[in-house]
């Protein structure tokens, strides 16, 4: 059984860097596809960033540049570094993992979720 906890979240101010932790288990996790969404108050899942199994990563426009995703597999550990937050950032962020061969950036294609971090930005 795959477990997946995150870490990392907190309330900050508009300009601060965050980072989130996400640790995984019961699967080989170098075979994963990793990706970080959101929900923001009242909205839908959002996607934020995607890394594969190569490391190759990808990001949503409204954090392209200031955010970083990144994974460990000696630790099992993948990362979410999140510079320059603003107020429109305040989500609770989700770590998944997909087993298959997904394009990454779909929440309906990931087969494991965390349990959720919240992150506050206040301006």
């Known amino acids: 059984q795959v477990q997946m906890v995150e870490s990392g979240g907190g309330l900050v101010q508009a300009g601060a860097s965050l980072r989130l932790s996400c640790s995984v288990s019961g699967r080989t996790f170098s075979r994963f596809i990793l990706g970080w969404f959101r929900r923001p108050p009242g909205q839908d899942l959002e996607f934020v960033a995607t890394i594969s199994r190569s490391s190759d990563s990808s990001y949503a426009d409204s954090v392209k540049g200031r955010w970083t995703i990144s994974r460990d597999n000696a630790k099992n550990t993948v990362y979410l570094q999140m510079n320059s937050l603003k107020p429109e950032d305040t989500a609770v962020y989700y770590c998944?993992?997909?087993?298959?061969?997904?394009?990454?950036?779909?929440?309906?294609?990931?087969?494991?979720w965390g349990q959720g971090a919240q992150v506050t930005v206040s301006s």
């Open positions: 998944a993992a997909d087993e298959g061969y997904g394009a990454g950036m779909n929440h309906l294609t990931y087969d494991y």
